[in-house]
């Protein structure tokens, strides 16, 4: 569904990424992990559009987006769902998921359609649809976040650090969520996560990311079995 080839990227003197090439399979979790200053949100960034590489391709079912502005790139089917989860507290849970919406070319009956399917797949923001998104706890808050992604109706999902901040359970749900959406609907995950040992546990394939390279791409099974990406590029060294 997406593919990364050569990817490279510097900001000014600093290369963030360095050739970084992997596959995102069609409706499968693609969980790309590594430490802080790894390049993973960098990486979500440039599939977006929000940041132009110097070297490399990223293609959308074997088409080009690099070069293709961010807008556009939503309308193609890539939802991104930034870390910080970035809701407009002062709109209503339902303002916000408007908004996602406005930028498909979908009729107003369709955006109506996928506005109430956020109300099914998170009942929460249904009960609170009237409410300020600012009233929210954290974890509802991650859901307005996706659920805007998803009312545009995207075959990518892009996550960056959704757990971020979440209590343990409150995380174990979301990552329930995200697994039951891509079971149910085909939808394609590109997961972002610190959290490794949680993100291993619902993703097909991973991706490990150490100053800007490819360390591994490999199965999630097999990630997680490697006992040097646990202990130096994990973090989950028990």
């Not at 990364?4 to 992997?22: C, E, I, K, M, N």
């Not at 399917?117 to 996706?146: D, K």
């Amino acid at each position: 569904m997406i593919g990364v080839s050569g990817l490279s990227v510097t900001y000014g003197a600093v290369q963030a990424l360095r050739d970084v090439s992997f596959d995102a399979e069609p409706g499968k979790i693609t969980a790309v992990l590594g430490a802080n200053g790894a390049g993973k949100t960098t990486l979500l960034r440039t599939i977006s559009g929000l940041v132009k590489p110097r070297a490399g391709v990223v293609t959308l079912e074997g088409k080009t987006l690099t070069g293709t502005h961010a807008e556009d790139i939503v309308r193609r089917g890539v939802g991104h769902v930034p870390e910080g989860r970035g809701v407009i507290g002062e709109f209503s849970v339902e303002e916000n998921l408007r908004l996602g919406s406005l930028v498909t070319h979908h009729g107003r009956s369709a955006r109506r359609e996928a506005l109430e399917r956020q109300y099914t797949l998170f009942p929460v923001l249904g009960e609170r649809r009237r409410q300020a998104a600012a009233t929210l706890s954290g974890g509802e808050r991650q859901m307005l976040a996706m659920a805007r992604a998803l009312v545009a109706q995207p075959r990518v999902l892009l996550l960056d650090e959704p757990s971020l901040g979440l209590a343990p359970l409150v995380t174990a749900d979301l990552m329930h969520t995200i697994s039951d959406l891509c079971a149910a609907s085909g939808l394609t995950v590109i997961l972002v996560e610190q959290n490794a040992k949680s993100a291993l546990r619902i993703a097909d394939h991973a991706v490990v990311l150490y100053v800007g390279r490819v360390v591994a791409n490999d199965r999630a099974d097999v990630v997680a079995g490697d006992e040097r990406l646990r202990q130096y590029y994990l973090g989950l060294v028990e």
